[in-house]
T-cell receptor, first 109, second 116 residues
Framework: GQNIDQPTEMTATEGAIVQINCTYQTSGFNGLFWYQQHAGEAPTFLSY??LDGLEEKGRFSSFLSRSKGYSYLLLKELQMKDSASYLC??????????WGAGTKLIIKP | GAVVSQHPSWVICKSGTSVKIECRSLDFQATTMFWYRQFPKQSLMLMATSNEGSKATYEQGVEKDKFLINHASLTLSTLTVTSAHPEDSSFYICSARNRDRTYEQYFGPGTRLTVT
């Protein structure tokens, strides 16, 4: 079956760094997306990894290891507005996004 | 980044009536659009995938006669909830895949439907 595993909730301090891990099992694989979703809003695109390694985009970086079925999202210099849910979504062989429940990130001052 | 709009952003309707939700890609063409539903504190659930000019593909358990999807052009898809009931109250989100850069999939702002 297809499965996404992320921590349910994480707490971090403003200005700090946090890493959100994701492991996945899918029928085929065509890359992995990270989305941010604020409460009551639709998800917004953060990153897409299709090859192994680290992709850096400003304060956010995303890492992928296809052989391990593992990805992480690294958020630096945390700001209060980063409080949101972070969704790891791999693309399966049919180019369908597979969604888990996401990780709720709480930023404290 | 690319913009996807949805209209209306929220709607309240009476049980038994129908509601149409529009999804538009504003600055790119989308051959494929997706309709999701999300209940509070739950993950996104894919309802159906629509390709321009063809019938939508519905996920298991989604009634195609109740949730009518039309993808009439490369920039517009509509979802009509027919004979709505209170259990259809949810957050409906559309998503559009960029025809020219297929790894780009953008979400609309969502439509909150409340059926009384």
């Amino acid at each position: 079956g297809q499965n996404i595993d992320q921590p349910t909730e994480m707490t971090a301090t403003e200005g700090a760094i946090v890493q959100i891990n994701c492991t996945y099992q899918t029928s085929g694989f065509n890359g992995l997306f990270w989305y941010q979703q604020h409460a009551g809003e639709a998800p917004t695109f953060l990153s897409y990894n299709v090859l192994d390694g680290l992709e850096e985009k400003g304060r956010f970086s995303s890492f992928l290891s296809r052989s391990k079925g593992y990805s992480y999202l690294l958020l630096k210099e945390l700001q209060m507005k980063d409080s949101a849910s972070y969704l790891c979504a791999p693309w399966d062989s049919n180019y369908q996004l597979i969604w888990g429940a996401g990780t709720k990130l709480i930023i404290k001052p | 980044g690319a913009v996807v709009s949805q209209h209306p952003s929220w709607v309240i309707c009476k049980s038994g009536t129908s509601v149409k939700i529009e999804c538009r890609s504003l600055d790119f063409q989308a051959t494929t659009m997706f309709w999701y539903r999300q209940f509070p504190k739950q993950s996104l659930m894919l309802m159906a995938t629509s390709n321009e000019g063809s019938k939508a593909t519905y996920e298991q358990g989604v009634e195609k006669d109740k949730f009518l999807i039309n993808h009439a052009s490369l920039t517009l898809s509509t979802l009509t909830v027919t004979s709505a009931h209170p259990e259809d109250s949810s957050f409906y989100i559309c998503s559009a895949r960029n025809r020219d850069r297929t790894y780009e999939q953008y979400f609309g702002p969502g439509t909150r439907l409340t059926v009384t």
